[in-house]
């Protein structure tokens, strides 16, 4: 037979494809493409980990016929496995079915094998496997005298005649329990190797008698006010339980600076920041465990990501340094490290990992968003941006990625605001307000109507009507705006209080009384100043960015983070937090760090691409840019004094601007002479 008519295999989702000779088992032909199919017990036919399932009929666009008669059928070893455990219909142990013929192979993403309950997906998105982690399973010769080879080297022997590996590095803790492992195992053990990059030595992590088929990893965002986790297979993929908990470190201070402060005039505020967050990371995990029956000590990767100031207190680095200019990283590259070094309460010998910072201020996290979401991995021009109280930015496309982080404050997130509250029953979610009579309706946490609707009252009732949440902070403020309360420049007009008793004067300002009941909501002028402020300080970050990139607009948005998933993007641009843009192009993207981390488990394949593109990424420091004041102050205004919202404006009237009466442009700015 010629080499070309061998029997072409070609696999999905991967898509990749190849000849081979009649009698390569479809595991060889999947390995030999690097198409990741999962295998514990190096095709013994006992972990059940391999399983494919073949499609028949002809495909047309591939130009293959594939059927179960091109596939070896069901011989011993497999009858054996299905005698002890299940095997779906349909499913095959590749490791046992040989080619005969074309074949169109699926390899299934959900591959559970011992049915692990999937509680939440993280993503609907699938990611090719590859994870750092492999279990191989080795049957270990039995100590003969003659030939005195210890127990371990001759595990390590089976290991590569098995598996490949060379040169394996074992870790320091295994050597006392080997021999008992071993002969527990009846000289039959799974290894756990652990190997990230390309060339390192493999690492024999973790070691368990007999066959064991089960390995674990979590990804893990340290957020300043939340810790989220995810808790994933590692052989099939799945997120089997996802968790999140408050960042106890917020007993040291709301937000990064007054914790670095906290470090700074107590001795031994870095100790106690980094326990605290470490038993945080701790309690979670064994809550993901708990809620999914998983032991801990099957976790054998865990990958972060989080913010400088948190990446480097959960490492025990005092973060003093990101305090002030020109705030140094103590490391800004990917951090490799075991769970033992970090305290973390997963296996003894787990590989830590945490992505690349970005800058002082654009951390792990920015880093996590951006393999997520992938502006350098496409032509179009990407506005990438996470909202905290300190907002991170990242703009660009293939050809140039650039990134800034701009000092929001904590507006956003309800604080600093008079009625403002974190998103619970009972907090404003949603406003309106009619441009004619100035009436609002607005929507509730925990209740299903509007308030102009009939049963709101009733529903109301059981949760109360407490505050106003982030989401709602910006439609009511772009509302007030939308309908006249308040001016371009962000200016409650007391004359509207002739037209409307909502308007209320207060001292030398005016407020907008949104609800009246057991609790009296209004918004106030500081209320509107502070969002201005942290509006501006966004939106004047992003126009650095668009500067360094020589663009004018940008053709996507995404909002990542727990704000951007509650904002409406047609008010957020309204208020001018982000630039124009087709509204359809704007997304939230929810916690893309997450992500980010959850993608870097699965596959070591996105830890290199990260690492290299956060190499390639341009920092900017927005405090050092001699512009960022000046877009600042055009950024106040509503949405912004100078830039234009043609696109916005399809969608929304936008109030016509103020022309003032010296014909200089609107709101006062004038052309500066011989400079620009
Ligand atoms: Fe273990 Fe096929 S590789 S059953």
Not at 20 to 34: I, N, Q
Not at 74 to 80: D, I, Q, T
Not at 201 to 230: F, K, Q, V
Not at 542 to 553: A, C, H, N, R, S
């Amino acid at each position: 037979m010629t080499e070309t008519a061998d029997p072409l295999v070609l696999f999905m989702p991967s898509g990749k494809r190849g000849r081979f000779p009649v009698g390569t088992t479809v595991l060889e032909a999947a390995r030999s493409l690097g198409v990741y199919v999962e295998s514990v017990c190096g095709g013994r036919a006992t972990c059940g980990r391999c399983q494919i399932q073949v499609q028949e009929g002809h495909f047309a666009k591939h130009k293959i016929s594939s059927s179960l008669d091109h596939i070896s059928p069901v011989g011993a070893r497999e009858r054996r496995y299905a005698e002890v455990r299940t095997i779906p219909e349909g499913r095959r142990l590749s490791c046992s079915v040989q080619i005969l013929g074309d074949l169109v192979v699926d390899v299934p993403q959900d591959t559970v094998v011992n049915a692990q309950v999937i509680r939440k997906a993280a993503t609907d998105r699938l990611f090719d496997r590859n994870p750092a982690i492999q279990l191989c399973y080795v049957e270990v010769d039995e100590p003969d005298m003659h030939k005195p080879l210890g127990d371990l080297d001759r595990l390590n022997v089976m290991l590569e005649k098995d598996w490949g590996w060379k040169d394996i590095l074992i870790s320091q803790h295994l050597l006392p329990d080997v021999q008992k492992i071993l002969r527990k195992g009846n000289w039959g053990v799974t290894a756990a190797i652990h190997r990230d990059l390309e060339g390192a030595r493999p690492n024999l992590i973790a070691l368990w008698p007999g066959l064991h088929n089960e390995a674990y990893g979590i990804a893990c965002d340290i957020g300043s006010t939340t810790i989220a986790m995810h808790l994933v297979s590692l052989p099939s993929g799945r997120v089997i339980a996802s968790s999140g908990t408050s960042n106890p470190q917020i007993r040291f201070g709301e937000d990064l600076m007054s914790r670095v402060s906290y470090v700074m005039m107590n001795p031994d505020g870095r100790d106690a920041m980094t326990k605290a967050v470490r038993q945080a990371v701790n309690e979670l995990t064994v809550q993901v465990c708990h809620e999914s029956g998983v032991d801990p000590n099957d976790i054998l990767d865990a990958v972060f990501v989080a913010n400088p100031i948190m990446h480097h207190l959960f490492l025990g680095i005092d973060p003093t340094e990101l305090g002030q200019a020109p705030f140094a990283l103590a490391v800004s590259g990917a951090v490799h490290t075991w769970s033992r070094e970090i305290d973390l309460a997963i296996n003894h010998g787990a590989r830590v990992y945490l992505l690349p910072c970005i800058a002082g201020h654009v951390g792990a996290d920015a880093a996590g968003a951006t393999l997520s979401e992938g502006p350098h991995r496409q032509d179009k021009m990407m506005l990438l941006v996470d909202v905290g109280t300190n907002a991170e930015i990242v703009l660009g496309n293939r050809d140039r990625v650039v990134a800034a982080s701009s000092p929001t404050g904590p507006a956003f997130e309800g604080a600093e605001i008079s009625c403002g509250q974190r998103a619970a029953p009972g907090a404003i979610e949603r406003v309106r307000i009619d441009p004619q009579t100035l009436e609002p309706k607005f929507r509730v946490i925990g209740v299903d109507h509007w308030s102009d609707e009939e049963g709101f009252a009733e529903e109301a009732e059981k949760t109360g009507i407490t505050g106003i949440c982030g989401s709602a902070i910006i439609e009511v403020v772009a509302e007030m705006f939308l309908s006249g309360i308040i001016s371009e420049d962000g200016v409650v007009d007391g004359d509207m209080a002739a037209r409307s008793p909502r308007i209320l004067a207060s001292g030398r300002t005016f407020s907008y009384l949104l609800h009246d009941g057991e609790q009296r909501i209004t918004v106030t002028q500081n209320d509107v100043r502070a969002i201005q402020l942290a509006k501006a300080a966004l939106y004047a970050g992003i126009k650095l960015l668009m500067e360094k990139q020589g663009v004018d607009t940008v053709d996507t948005i995404r909002f990542a983070g727990a704000f951007g998933s509650f904002i409406d993007p047609k008010y957020a641009m309204v208020l001018g937090l982000i630039p124009d843009c087709d509204l359809s192009e704007v997304k939230a993207v929810g916690n893309a760090a997450g992500t980010g981390a959850l993608m870097a488990l699965l596959n070591r394949d996105y830890r290199r691409e990260i690492e290299e593109t956060v190499r390639r990424i341009e920092k900017i420091e927005t405090a050092l840019e001699p512009k960022f004041q000046e877009h600042f102050v055009y950024a106040m205004a509503l949405p912004n004094k100078v830039d234009s919202f043609p696109q916005l404006a399809t969608v929304v009237t936008l109030p016509a601007r103020k022309v003032p009466a010296d014909g200089g442009e609107p709101g006062g700015r004038r052309r500066r002479r011989g400079r620009d």
